[in-house]
């Protein structure tokens, strides 16, 4: 499916394509490939259930939650994304963030959010911008990737220890100074349930790779819990079904909520916030992912389903949905290769919720709590973060920067703040390596490229070269305006901007060099522009600065230019002529 964007000035990249992974998928598709997509859509969906479960508890909303948005955004990813083995569902990156706004909005706040989210997406995929988001500074998600493992393994403390408490403070420093005032409440079952839980994950992996360790501690634990009680009727160790409730087992029917501009305005932040978080790490997560199987993700494709994902699963109650890095990889071990597999781990969620749902309330929140630990410790990265410690120190002050914002305040704060100081550095660092070179007398138009052949052009006196190399945007058009500043006492007859090695030049570029020109014209000084390519040819005629300066002093070609130069020097020097080539090599 291809649609095409026809809107003037909307059109970034060309047409606007929209072509799900399962469409080409399925085209020739086998018996041999259902086979095995089925049993590895089947392992991910057991290796899911945890999780969502999990996840749905730790973001304030029930199982029930957690699981309807496995099922509904892990069924749409997988059929109307871009990435071929993607499995989508609750992760817990949104942990932070769906918690704040639960606790300041309200579940309605979490579905307005989660839908304008979504629209987000849609439209950063629709404009093309997937690929825009790939490039977002790794400090960055490092930083607030880092932040959110601390502030999961925060929200666990209570139910690992069997503290007891309630009314937990959401900050970061007061929650903790609540934990160690209470130490003397640790719990002695609760604690041993939430220890042996932690030691069955932890062994699992150094037994069998392919053995969910979630699971089989949940199962394990959940048997022995229950068997105790009974024969020791005053053990008591809390479980999901005492915090909850019995957990109803029918899908829930669609249902609307108001929108008004006051509550768009209040929440657009979070949301902004959601949508950033969720193209990162989907992103991530397919990018991981070709990797190993050497696919080929359509990014913004791959935003639009995440998008429409969004937008479906708010109708029933469920919180934000992305990629999953680590269910994807448990998808592709298991064979996994086409969109159908991620179909039938929700089919799979489907079942279990639709029919093992009574289990589920037997569970006990000390084990959730050891599944939640390690998937903290897992994203913590602190390998990742100790090399990046090694870097320039601009990529450890932005890491530092996002980790405690998003620790010590909220995740919304710590992407705006943490995607600041990186545009911040990125430009220091164009900046530093954009040049402004100055010639008179000689110049030799085989300088900075990689030619043997070395032709010297004689710049006639009173001609000055000024050469750009790098962009021309707003940072380096304020350079180039004090640099021309300190020389305008020189007065020149001739000045020429040479700029073959400009790639683009923005409104500030554009609004410094049509200053530059009238200031020029005002003193007599005479501007000619060489090299100009045809990306920034067609800005400079939008903005009429052909007008100004006349068509016929923007060169294609330092020799054109400096010929034309010398030429005006002559002139106003009335002096017959002087040396130039006879022949322009172009």
Not at 79 to 103: E, N
Not at 175 to 184: D, E, M, R, T
Not at 367 to 372: E, F, G, H
Request: glycine share 10%; charged share 15%.
């Amino acid at each position: 499916m291809v649609f095409h964007n026809n809107f003037q000035g909307m059109n970034f990249s060309g047409p606007i394509d929209y072509r799900p992974k399962l469409i080409q998928s399925l085209r020739g598709y086998s018996l041999e490939r259902f086979k095995t997509d089925l049993i590895a859509g089947i392992v991910v969906g057991i290796v899911a259930l945890p999780l969502a479960i999990a996840f749905g508890i730790a973001s304030g909303v029930s199982p029930t939650v957690g699981l309807i948005t496995a099922i509904i955004g892990g069924f749409i990813v997988s059929a109307g994304g871009g990435c071929s083995v993607q499995i989508g569902g609750p992760t817990g990156a949104f942990i932070v963030i769906v918690y704040s706004i639960i606790a300041t909005y309200g579940l309605q706040g979490l579905a307005v959010a989660t839908l304008m989210a979504g629209i987000i997406l849609v439209i950063l995929g629709l404009f093309h911008l997937g690929t825009v988001i790939k490039f977002i500074p790794y400090p960055i998600v490092v930083g607030f990737t880092a932040g959110i493992a601390l502030t999961i393994f925060s929200t666990q403390i209570n139910d690992f220890f069997g503290l007891g408490l309630k009314d937990i403070p959401s900050e970061f420093i007061p929650k903790w100074g609540v934990y160690l005032s209470n130490l003397g409440s640790i719990d002695g079952p609760t604690l041993a349930v939430g220890l042996v839980s932690l030691g069955i994950i932890v062994v699992t992996p150094y037994i069998s790779r392919k053995l969910p360790g979630a699971l089989l501690a949940i199962i394990i634990v959940t048997a022995a819990v229950t068997l105790l009680s009974k024969i020791y009727p005053e053990l008591s160790v809390e479980t999901i079904g005492d915090r909850f409730g019995s957990l109803p087992t029918d899908i829930p029917e669609p249902h609307g909520f108001e929108l008004n501009m006051a509550t768009i305005n209040m929440l657009l932040p979070s949301a902004f916030t959601i949508a950033v978080l969720g193209a990162i790490e989907s992103l991530l997560s397919a990018t991981v992912a070709d990797g190993v199987t050497g696919s080929r993700t359509d990014s913004n494709t791959e935003l639009i389903g995440q998008g429409l994902a969004n937008i479906v699963v708010p109708f029933f109650g469920g919180i934000p949905v992305t990629g999953a890095i680590a269910r994807t990889m448990t998808n592709i071990t298991n064979g996994g290769r086409t969109p159908v597999a991620g179909i039938i781990h929700a089919v799979v969620l489907l079942l279990i919720f639709l029919f093992l749902m009574p289990y589920i309330n037997m569970v006990p929140m000390a084990c959730l709590a050891a599944v939640l630990i390690v998937v903290s410790y897992n994203m913590s990265g602190w390998r990742t973060v100790k090399s990046i410690f090694h870097n320039p120190k601009g990529d450890i002050s932005v890491l530092i920067v996002t980790f405690l914002l998003t620790v010590i305040f909220d995740l919304t704060i710590a992407i705006e703040i943490g995607l600041l100081l990186a545009i911040i550095l990125f430009l220091r660092r164009v900046m530093e390596n954009t040049q402004i070179k100055a010639y008179s007398g000689q110049l030799d138009i085989a300088e900075g490229t990689e030619t043997s052949h070395h032709e010297l052009l004689d710049v006639a006196q009173g001609v000055e070269i000024y050469e750009i190399d790098g962009p021309f945007f707003f940072g380096v058009a304020t350079k180039f305006d004090e640099m021309m500043r300190t020389s305008m006492a020189d007065k020149p007859i001739v000045r020429i901007i040479r700029m073959r090695k400009v790639p683009f030049i923005d409104a500030t570029g554009i609004h410094n060099l049509e200053t530059l020109i009238s200031s020029s014209k005002k003193v007599g000084i005479h501007v000619v522009l060489s090299g100009v390519n045809e990306n920034v040819k067609h800005a400079l005629m939008g903005a009429h600065i052909t007008n100004l300066i006349g068509e016929d002093h923007i060169c294609d070609h330092i020799t054109k230019a400096v010929v034309m130069a010398n030429r005006i020097v002559a002139e106003v020097n009335k002096v017959p002529n002087v040396r130039h080539m006879t022949e322009i090599d172009v």
